[in-house]
Every structure is written in structure tokens, then in C-alpha cells.
């Protein structure tokens, strides 16, 4: 497994999660850095952990606010790659992020207007540089279930329909409140049922523990903040994995 550290940017900073309550975000306080200006952020998971993959949840874009484009690209010009979610709901909405040349954008089920949006993504910019999220919340879906179906395997199943080759599972009830994951038997059955699908899951990682229940579940990304900034989750940590 990889490990993803997280960055959500709001109003240009850096903010702690909540366990997807966005109104309570606040302006990172962190172990590493004493700053929570995404350059610096950035920088801090590189010196510290020798991580350059960054996934970036574009908060004001997932509000409907513009993308934070010049953000992205200072990363990208420091030598960092992004998975970007940038809040799409029409397919349209993925044009300037790959103009500036993101390498992973995300297409989540909070937001996305329906499937054909999805297939949409992935006839124009290839499966290998879109990921399908499959946002939760406390293990039920986002979205119209009429329109994407009413179990969290279902909604994979269309998403695979769709021609998604990469798959993140993402419970936002459960990011930056330390109570575990909890979507490994849901990260078994994706693997078990779609081996050929590149797997990620994120969402209250605690430490280490965490990280061990997920190997054998097919998971290959996962995403990390908290545990991090916290010192719950060690260089050494990392490398073991």
C-alpha cells in the first residue's frame, strides 16, 4: 500500500476535517509545521514522510466556488503530483484542471450530476487519470439513489459500468474523528468482485493498526491527515507498510 497524504483547502488554507461537517473546519494546527499555507504543508509531508503524491480536496470547489487553479499549479511547479478533487458536476468542470496538467482528478458521488457525467470523464481523459469516489457517510451513499442505485456495491457496479478503473471509498463521517476506517469488508468485496480495479479507501485513519487492517483487502491508496499532523503515524511507520 501507498500512503496519500491529505490536503483540504479552504479559502486558500489548509483545514482540519471533521468528520465531514465543513462548517466546523478550521485552519490546521499540525505537529509538522507550524504554518497551514498548502505550500507549506506540502513541503512539511516531503521533509518529514517523503511523500510527493498529494491527494487535494478543493473544499470552495466542492461548494461550487471556483478552483483554486493557482494553487495547484505552485504544487505542481514544486515538484508535487496531485489527486485533485475539484468538486465536478458536469464534465466541463474537469477542463482546467487538466489543462494545468493535474494528474489525477477525481470524480465523486457527492457531486457529480449522474453516470453519463462519469462516462463522460472517462471517454475524454482516460480511466487511468480519473478516480471514481465513492463518497459516504457513515456507510450510506451521497447522491440520488434513483439515479446511481441504493447500495454502496451497486453504485460501484455502475460506476464500472461507466468504464472506472480506479475507485476510492471515502466514509467523510469518519475523517479527522479517530474511530477507525471502518470499510474494510466493503474494500474486500469491491476487490473480490472487480480484482482488475485499482482500489484506494480513506477516512479515520488512526495509526498504524489502521493500516494493518487494511492490507488483504486489494487496497493500494490510502489517504492520510490527521495521523500525520498528530505524530499517530511515523516515518518508520510508513516504510513498514
Same mark, same amino acid.
Given at each position: 500500500?501507498?500512503?496519500?497524504?491529505?490536503?483540504?483547502?479552504?479559502?486558500?488554507?489548509?483545514?482540519?476535517?471533521?468528520? &465531514?461537517?465543513?462548517?466546523?473546519?478550521?485552519?490546521?494546527?499540525?505537529?509538522?509545521?507550524?504554518?497551514?499555507? *498548502?505550500?507549506?504543508?506540502?513541503?512539511?509531508?516531503?521533509?518529514?514522510?517523503?511523500?510527493?503524491?498529494?491527494? #487535494?480536496?478543493?473544499?470552495?470547489?466542492?461548494?461550487?466556488?471556483?478552483?483554486?487553479?493557482?494553487?495547484?499549479?505552485?504544487?505542481?511547479?514544486?515538484?508535487?503530483?496531485?489527486? =485533485?478533487?475539484? $468538486?465536478?458536476?458536469?464534465?466541463?468542470?474537469?477542463?482546467?484542471?487538466?489543462?494545468?496538467?493535474?494528474?489525477?482528478?477525481?470524480?465523486? =458521488?457527492?457531486?457529480?450530476? $449522474?453516470?453519463?457525467?462519469?462516462?463522460?470523464?472517462?471517454?475524454?481523459?482516460?480511466?487511468?487519470?480519473?478516480?471514481?469516489? =465513492?463518497?459516504?457517510?457513515? &456507510?450510506?451513499?451521497?447522491?440520488?439513489?434513483?439515479?446511481?442505485?441504493?447500495? *454502496?456495491?451497486?453504485?460501484?457496479?455502475?460506476?464500472? $459500468? /461507466? $468504464?472506472?478503473?480506479?475507485? #476510492?471509498?471515502?466514509?467523510?463521517?469518519?475523517? &479527522?474523528?479517530?474511530?477507525?476506517?471502518?470499510?474494510?469488508? =466493503? /474494500?474486500?468485496?469491491?476487490?473480490?468482485?472487480?480484482?482488475?480495479?485499482? %482500489?484506494?479507501?480513506?477516512?479515520?485513519?488512526?495509526?498504524?493498526?489502521? %493500516?494493518?487492517?487494511?492490507? &488483504?483487502?486489494?487496497?493500494?491508496?490510502? %489517504?492520510?491527515?490527521?495521523?500525520?499532523?498528530?505524530?499517530?503515524?511515523?516515518?518508520?511507520?510508513?516504510?513498514?507498510?
Amino acid at each position: 500500500m501507498r500512503i496519500l497524504p491529505v490536503l483540504d483547502l479552504m479559502k486558500g488554507l489548509v483545514v482540519r476535517a471533521q468528520g &465531514g461537517r465543513r462548517k466546523e473546519y478550521r485552519p490546521l494546527i499540525s505537529g509538522i509545521i507550524r504554518s497551514s499555507h *498548502p505550500l507549506d504543508v506540502a513541503q512539511a509531508f516531503r521533509f518529514h514522510f517523503g511523500l510527493k503524491e498529494l491527494y #487535494l480536496a478543493d473544499l470552495d470547489a466542492i461548494a461550487g466556488r471556483p478552483p483554486a487553479l493557482q494553487t495547484y499549479t505552485s504544487l505542481r511547479k514544486r515538484g508535487f503530483q496531485l489527486w =485533485l478533487e475539484p $468538486g465536478i458536476k458536469q464534465a466541463p468542470d474537469a477542463e482546467k484542471p487538466a489543462e494545468a496538467g493535474i494528474e489525477t482528478i477525481i470524480g465523486g =458521488l457527492e457531486t457529480l450530476a $449522474g453516470p453519463e457525467v462519469l462516462e463522460a470523464l472517462c471517454r475524454t481523459y482516460s480511466p487511468v487519470r480519473i478516480v471514481f469516489s =465513492l463518497d459516504l457517510r457513515n &456507510g450510506q451513499p451521497f447522491g440520488k439513489p434513483e439515479i446511481w442505485g441504493y447500495t *454502496p456495491m451497486e453504485i460501484v457496479r455502475r460506476a464500472v $459500468g /461507466c $468504464g472506472v478503473q480506479r475507485l #476510492l471509498i471515502l466514509d467523510l463521517a469518519r475523517v &479527522g474523528v479517530g474511530k477507525g476506517i471502518g470499510t474494510e469488508d =466493503l /474494500c474486500k468485496q469491491v476487490a473480490a468482485e472487480f480484482p482488475q480495479v485499482e %482500489l484506494s479507501a480513506g477516512g479515520g485513519i488512526r495509526g498504524p493498526e489502521d %493500516l494493518a487492517s487494511l492490507k &488483504g483487502t486489494g487496497v493500494k491508496f490510502v %489517504l492520510v491527515a490527521s495521523a500525520l499532523h498528530d505524530g499517530r503515524l511515523t516515518r518508520a511507520d510508513l516504510e513498514a507498510v
